[in-house]
């Protein structure tokens, strides 16, 4: 094959994608028809089965995402869908820690965009002490759950991405903060994941250091309750952080069992099962204990 034929066929597909906006742009409800394009993405993402796909396929969304919000940058429904697909990227589809970086503070961006617009005093105070920032969070009356879900987890993602850095990880508490305001609501958001975060959270310190790993065993219990066992990637966190910080090989290796052995394709959750599955694998075969 000849270096055109080759260059033709790596841009196909997002001359395709682009085609299909401008096609979007010339009829007459683009605002319904984007909305609906934003959130047919996410779920096209979320649902394919070759993680590979995804991984080579996601720029040229990433890229129209990014030019529908450019025509409508107060679109709380783009900058929420942006925010998914950012995060969904950095979080699962890119290794290299810089552009993890990167991609994890377009995904924050976007989600606090896309909340502050409504509840200005979340933002205005993120940068405050973790004290000042609660109270602005308590005293603000939001039921924009999705909003406060998409700016904790795009807050975690953007701190895993420099988790290096003490000053981005002193952090770490408003996130949780901002999840724990989702959960006392709505214990099952998002089917568990609210809760998933939170168990991640919570399993980062060892007893001996004055963690509380087993806040965040509960955490993981519960995000498997409310999806009914069809979220692998709780299994996977639960063996990944709470079992290996406890040193329970019983519980790891029965968890990560459970996942490879369990029907990956589900509903707005096949992508992540099928990459928990692949990590199970890998984790089994380590020497961690």
Not at 21 to 45: W, Y
Not at 130 to 145: I, P, R, S, W, Y
Not at 228 to 255: N, Q
């Amino acid at each position: 094959m000849n270096r055109r034929s080759s260059l033709a066929r790596y841009c196909q597909p997002i001359i395709l994608v682009f085609y299909g906006f401008l096609l979007l742009l010339s009829s007459g409800c683009v605002s319904m028809a984007t909305d609906r394009l934003a959130a047919n993405l996410s779920a096209a993402m979320l649902n394919q089965t070759d993680p590979e796909i995804v991984r080579h396929g996601a720029p040229a969304y990433l890229l129209l995402i990014d030019s529908l919000i450019e025509e409508s940058p107060d679109d709380q429904g783009l900058l929420y869908a942006g925010a998914k697909l950012y995060s969904a990227y950095a979080g699962g589809l890119v290794t290299d820690l810089e552009r993890q970086k990167s991609l994890s503070q377009k995904a924050l961006d976007y989600a606090g965009r896309g909340l502050c617009q409504q509840q200005p005093e979340i933002c205005k105070n993120a940068q405050q002490p973790f004290e000042k920032f609660v109270e602005a969070l308590e005293e603000t009356n939001t039921d924009d759950f999705e909003g406060l879900y998409l700016y904790g987890t795009s807050w975690a993602g953007w701190i895993q991405a420099r988790k290096d850095d003490w000053n981005a990880v002193a952090d770490l508490a408003k996130a949780e903060a901002l999840l724990q305001r989702v959960i006392s609501a709505k214990p099952g958001y998002e089917q568990g994941r609210a809760q998933l975060y939170l168990g991640v959270i919570r399993s980062q310190i060892p007893p001996a250091l004055g963690g509380k790993p087993e806040i965040g065993r509960r955490h993981f219990e519960q995000a498997i309750e409310y999806s009914s066992g069809r979220d692998l990637i709780a299994k996977l966190e639960y063996a990944r952080h709470y079992a290996r910080l406890v040193f329970d090989k019983t519980l790891h290796d029965r968890l990560l069992n459970e996942v490879i052995q369990a029907d990956p394709v589900q509903p707005g959750f096949t992508l992540s099962n099928i990459m928990a599955q692949q990590q199970a694998r890998f984790l089994l075969q380590d020497d961690y204990f």
